[in-house]
């Protein structure tokens, strides 16, 4: 459950010294192009990214489109969510504040002779991401990340309550082209009760440099939350990225559920802009 925590740990003393000639650079002083590291992106994989974005910069990042299937118990439901998105604005060298918004979902749900549509706007989501080290090179890269929710939806399936959790992102680069991520993530969620329950993530990615513009990746995601009853979400993800320029990258992936409480297959195309 720990383990890119832990990891983080045993390779804290491989973590590079930040440049500091950039330190100087803030959202009210953009860091100039001929500084800028390469876009790094928390998409279209589930495992967070642990590099920010630079000072004094914009980036969102959005899925186009995506569908998801599940057929559980003679129910069948099927989603459609139009461009949620992460719209990031990098305070510091090190820190972005990050502005993720549901967008715009729809949902039909049919079984035992009954069918029924639900359909509106998803919920505001604040985080603030800061890079420990390796935002600009290096084989490991850390990152931290607080996570509020602010219950702004108009569907019947969500809550109206605030959440929260913390997500620790870290990043190592395996060499020719190979690059493994890892994550730990703690929310803590409304329950079925009334009360609240932390729920555990964990996740893992290689991601693998086909050529300079084209990338592929696998991953491994699994979610438990401890509230009495729950059952663990454990899903198979993998996709493509495409560089179309050094500050636009397009991406398509799919997410296919292991266990019964994970969604059968979510499928989607995206892309990211910085600016």
């Known amino acids: 459950m720990y383990i890119a925590a832990a990891s983080a740990l045993l390779l ?3 973590g590079p010294a930040v440049a500091t000639d950039k330190r100087a650079y803030t959202i009210f002083n953009p860091t100039p192009d001929s500084l800028l590291r390469d876009m790094n992106t928390d998409r279209p994989d589930k495992t967070e990214s642990p590099y920010t974005v630079d000072a004094g910069r914009f980036q969102i990042e959005t899925d186009l489109v995506t569908y998801t299937y599940n057929s559980d118990a003679g129910v069948t439901t099927r989603a459609v969510d139009i461009l949620p998105f992460n719209f990031k604005i990098g305070l510091t060298h090190d820190t972005d504040v990050q502005i993720v918004y549901g967008a715009f979902s729809s949902t039909r749900t049919s079984g035992n002779g009954a069918t029924d549509t639900d359909s509106g706007f998803g919920d505001v989501t604040i985080r603030l991401k800061h890079n420990l080290w390796g935002n600009d090179g290096g084989t490991t890269a850390l990152g931290i990340m607080p996570v509020i929710k602010i219950p702004t939806n108009t569907l019947a399936g ?14 190592v680069d395996l060499g020719q082209g190979v690059g493994l991520g890892l994550m730990t993530e703690i929310d803590i969620l409304k329950n079925s009760t009334g009360g609240y329950d932390p729920t555990f993530v964990n996740s893992a990615t290689l991601s693998f440099e086909i050529t300079k513009q084209l990338g592929l990746y696998v991953e491994a995601f699994v979610e438990r939350s401890t509230e009495s009853g729950a059952e663990t979400v454990v899903t198979i993800d993998s996709g493509v990225t495409f560089a179309v320029t050094d500050n636009l990258q397009l991406d398509a992936g799919a997410n296919i559920g292991v266990t019964d409480a994970a969604d059968d297959l979510n499928v989607f195309v995206g892309l990211s802009r910085r600016y």
């Open 12 to 14: 804290a003393s491989a």
């Open 158 to 171: 969500l809550n109206n309550d605030v959440e929260g959790g913390v997500i620790v992102p870290l990043a």
